[in-house]
């Protein structure tokens, strides 16, 4: 063979090499393309919220604490996973910090804070037919954990008109004499009404708050301070519009004339107390709120905060859930209040655990009459797991807000699809 034939060969060789490579630089682009979703290009499609489509009439209303702190949000853990003894930052042998609760978050302790978790809350709560939220509201003066309450509420607020759910406020009024003895006001009652005046300002002409008998809906967790008539009186003084206003169960008489009506709670004598409210409410009562819960465990004394509430509702699986909300379909009221999303120092808690699962909103999605089942709510555990996985990966957090458009749209389909190319 002579030199020419020699040199074509080398080069023929050399190209044959080169297009190896190139074929195989551009399999291995496709292979991780497709197993990091990160790599494509990608352009959100933002959609307006859906109504989920429920077969109950009933509207359903989440109550819902804005309290918890966590040290990767906040700097430090809250006291409502610490109470005066447990430690998060101790991890067991199943991966589970120690907070003050007999029960445990699927997603572990969380800052109200967070977004994803305000996400993953408002996401469940929408495919369980809930139709919105009432906040456990502390005020807005700069006072112990109420400040940084009334953010994470805000933070909540936020998100609401993305995912179509509503809100109310309930207002814990005890807060006003905390506030005087701190010298942040005069009176309780200029304390309270400039409360009131904030939630006029900033919450009651918001297409998200919920009306009820023409006026905004207003709750108070009691009262547990003001408990005259003359005390709301001077407090809805100049107010307008003036509040749909309710007390706790067997209290409107402390709000007097201001009162619209009453509300169900949690007693000790469990479904006697709601058979009770439901048959011998008090008299003029036009508005009437009807109560369900999975049970009541506190944790108060092993928390170090005290003793015991001094009774306890068993859960027994989802059979009090079960029975509470029969009996609040019988009770022919149009409102139910779920007691509650996450107060898991009293064991009230509907979020998902590690002992429950999601069954607590299975059996809810039956009675609101929703087609969405368990699988749906996994998936927006999925997302909330991706969030963080991804956290710090700015291209992959668009798929995942197109993720939560695709559930907020109810195009659950593309949601699971697109959750599928993160394997």
């Not at 928390?303 to 509470?324: D, F, K």
């Not at 009293?346 to 969405?372: A, D, H, N, R, W």
């Not at 291209?395 to 995942?400: E, G």
Request: charged fraction near 20%.
């Amino acid at each position: 063979m002579d030199k020419c034939s020699n040199n074509e060969s080398i080069s023929v060789q050399i190209l044959n090499i080169l297009l190896k490579f190139f074929l195989l630089l551009i399999f291995f682009a496709c292979s991780d393309k497709a197993t990091n979703p990160e790599k494509d290009d990608f352009t959100l499609q933002v959609f307006e919220p859906v109504a989920v489509s429920k077969s109950n009439s009933i509207k359903v209303y989440m109550h819902y604490m804005p309290w918890f702190a966590s040290k990767e949000i906040d700097g430090q853990w809250g006291s409502h996973w610490t109470m005066a003894n447990r430690n998060p930052d101790i991890v067991d042998l199943n991966n589970q910090r120690e907070i003050a609760s007999h029960y445990y978050p699927l997603i572990g302790p969380y800052s109200s804070a967070d977004k994803d978790v305000i996400e993953y809350h408002l996401l469940l709560m929408k495919l369980a037919g809930i139709d919105g939220v009432f906040l456990d509201w502390y005020g807005t003066f700069v006072l112990n954990d109420y400040s940084r309450n009334l953010q994470n509420s805000e933070a909540l607020i936020d998100m609401l008109d993305e995912t179509g759910l509503k809100f109310s406020i309930v207002y814990e009024d005890y807060t006003a004499e905390n506030v005087v003895n701190a010298s942040l006001a005069n009176s309780a009652v200029l304390a309270a009404k400039t409360d009131i005046k904030y939630m006029v300002q900033n919450y009651w002409s918001s297409a998200q708050y919920i009306n009820a008998g023409g006026g905004p809906l207003l709750l108070t967790f009691g009262p547990r301070f003001f408990q005259t008539e003359l005390e709301w009186s001077q407090i809805f003084n100049g107010i307008s519009p003036k509040p749909a206003f309710l007390t706790l169960w067997n209290e409107s008489m402390e709000a007097g004339s201001n009162a619209r009506g009453e509300f169900a709670w949690v007693y000790k004598n469990n479904l006697t107390d709601l058979e009770n409210f439901y048959n011998n409410r008090a008299p003029g009562q036009e508005i009437a709120i009807a109560a369900a819960y999975p049970g009541f465990n506190d944790y108060y004394k092993e928390g170090g905060w005290g003793e015991q509430v001094g009774w306890e509702i068993a859960h027994n699986e989802t059979a009090t859930l079960s029975s509470t909300l029969q009996l609040a379909e019988q009770s022919g009221l149009s409102m139910l209040q779920l007691v509650t999303w996450n107060d898991f120092g009293e064991g009230t808690m509907l979020e998902p655990t590690v002992e429950f699962g999601y069954t607590f909103l299975e059996k809810i999605q039956e009675f609101t009459g929703v087609s969405y089942s368990v699988q749906n709510l996994e998936q927006i555990k999925r997302l909330y797991d991706l969030r963080k996985q991804y956290k710090n990966d700015a291209k992959i957090q668009v798929k995942l807000d197109q993720v939560f458009y695709y559930f907020v749209s109810l195009q659950l389909d593309k949601a699971e699809q697109l959750l599928k190319e993160f394997g």
